[in-house]
């Protein structure tokens, strides 16, 4: 996949969207009782990319107040989604150590790699860094795909679409737009800023809610790479 191409695709259909007023508003995201929940391979960007994230969306949120603004300890790539979240999903419902076994077979076989967080993208309801990414994450996801489907062990991998990005979403849109015009503008000034670049030593495997918050979701485990 092109990358480029297809975030700015990605970007041009759905800024034009929102700027004509058919943007989507998440209904759940403030329900205390939405219970969709799932196990997600996940990495996290450090911190230095943080605190860059975080300069942008101070500035977003003076336009926007009332807006979901991704804290640091939400935002994360999702490496891969095991079982996609889903209303009544539960732990007791599998045995964690499965999981922890087959994953570590599959991420002993690979090493650190790199990503960089470069620019903006926007689907109808949210705002995305875009991620950029060496071969090595897809070559985890196909090992993981298929060593998954080999197995006997409850999955949903691909059921909702094939990931082929590394982006990170960081808004999300939870009441109308008060001042449209001046959040597309500061987009459009971070169209291209470079958030950082980050090497990835580990990933978490983690069971998490629909927007990953961290007062929802519980580590399982932690996994390490080796290093190049």
């Known amino acids: 996949m092109d990358l480029a191409n297809h975030y700015n695709k990605l970007y041009k259909d759905s800024i034009a969207k929102i700027a004509n007023g058919d943007y989507e508003i998440d209904p759940l995201i403030d329900s205390n009782t939405d219970q969709r929940f799932g196990i997600t391979l996940v990495i996290r960007p450090d911190a230095a990319t943080n605190h860059r994230i975080q300069h ?17 300890a939400d935002i994360h790539i999702t490496l891969m989604s095991i079982i996609s979240c889903y209303d009544g999903f539960d732990l007791k ?16 076989r690979h090493k650190s790699f790199k990503i960089q967080f470069k620019g903006l993208t926007a689907s109808p309801s949210c705002i995305l860094i875009q991620g950029f990414l060496t071969d090595t994450l897809n070559e985890i996801r196909d090992d993981l795909r298929a060593t998954f489907k080999k197995s006997d062990l409850q999955q949903s991998i691909d059921k909702r679409y094939t990931i082929q990005t590394a982006h990170a979403t960081v808004i999300r849109f939870r009441s109308e737009l008060k001042n449209k015009d001046a959040l597309i503008n500061l987009i459009e000034k971070n169209r291209d800023a470079d958030f950082g670049t980050f090497e990835i030593k580990e990933i978490e495997l983690v069971y998490n809610d629909w927007y990953q918050r961290e007062r929802d979701v519980k580590k399982l485990h932690t996994f390490s790479l080796q290093l190049n």
């Open 56 to 72: 942008f969306l101070k500035e977003a949120k003076a336009i926007e107040p009332d807006q979901y603004y991704y804290q640091n």
């Open 93 to 108: 419902d599998i045995h964690v150590e499965d999981y922890v076994k087959l994953t570590q077979q599959v991420l002993t």
